[in-house]
T-cell receptor
Framework: QKEVEQDPGPLSVPEGAIVSLNCTYSNSAFQYFMWYRQYSRKGPELLMY????GNKEDGRFTAQVDKSSKYISLFIRDSQPSDSATYLC???????????FGTGTRLQVFP | DAGVTQSPTHLIKTRGQQVTLRCSPKSGHDTVSWYQQALGQGPQFIFQYYEEEERQRGNFPDRFSGHQFPNYSSELNVNALLLGDSALYLC???????????????FGPGTRLTVL
């Protein structure tokens, strides 16, 4: 079993839809939870960073962490065609900078 | 403010050859991590450098080695290349973790290595 599981998609939605992206994990020691966006043939770009449980909002993006269920989510409101990319979840533990990534979910937002 | 830069952008090598990839961290960052991203997969941690020393290492063979210079830039070297080494190699920079708290990692655009 992988430490981090993420549905690879693709996920195809119309412009303006609310998108929900999710990851599950098995290691209860994870304390840091991140979402990165990666456009084709580019490096990952940090979208959200959350420590421990709770919600965090930044513009159209909301990140949620449920440590009891070992489940994290990223919501994108009013999705735009420019949001079309691969979304990677990443997690880390205390006292290590090593990040464990999911495989990424490919999102396509069509006009 | 310059972000993380990597060179070269693309590279084609043949099996058995050696390759060196380069990374300059984001301004103000002194910690560099390297990741390998195979097609359709998430990045996998190779190792991290801080104060010119390897501080952490992932599950990669000794063929993968690195170096960090006094100006915090870093190199990744891969010897005896295999077909399976074909991937996007990503460099990420950050401040060092303090009191166990991980700092945010910022990624460069990557170097795409193709091994024939």
């Amino acid at each position: 079993q992988k430490e981090v599981e993420q549905d690879p998609g693709p996920l195809s939605v119309p412009e303006g839809a609310i998108v929900s992206l999710n990851c599950t994990y098995s290691n209860s020691a994870f304390q840091y939870f991140m979402w990165y966006r990666q456009y084709s043939r580019k490096g990952p770009e940090l979208l959200m960073y959350t420590y421990s449980s709770g919600n965090k909002e930044d513009g159209r993006f909301t990140a949620q962490v449920d440590k009891s269920s070992k489940y994290i989510s990223l919501f994108i409101r009013d999705s735009q065609p420019s949001d079309s990319a691969t979304y990677l979840c990443a997690m880390g533990r205390d006292n290590t900078d090593k990040l464990i990534f999911g495989t990424g979910t490919r999102l396509q937002v069509f006009p | 403010d310059a972000g993380v830069t990597q060179s070269p952008t693309h590279l084609i090598k043949t099996r058995g050859q050696q390759v060196t990839l380069r990374c300059s961290p984001k301004s103000g960052h002194d910690t560099v991590s390297w990741y390998q991203q195979a097609l359709g997969q998430g990045p996998q941690f190779i190792f991290q450098y801080y104060e010119e020393e390897e501080r952490q290492r992932g599950n990669f063979p000794d063929r993968f080695s690195g170096h960090q210079f006094p100006n915090y830039s870093s190199e990744l070297n891969v010897n005896a290349l295999l077909l399976g080494d074909s991937a996007l190699y990503l460099c990420a920079s950050s401040l060092p973790s303090e009191n166990g708290v991980t700092d945010t990692q910022y990624f460069g655009p990557g170097t795409r290595l193709t091994v024939l």
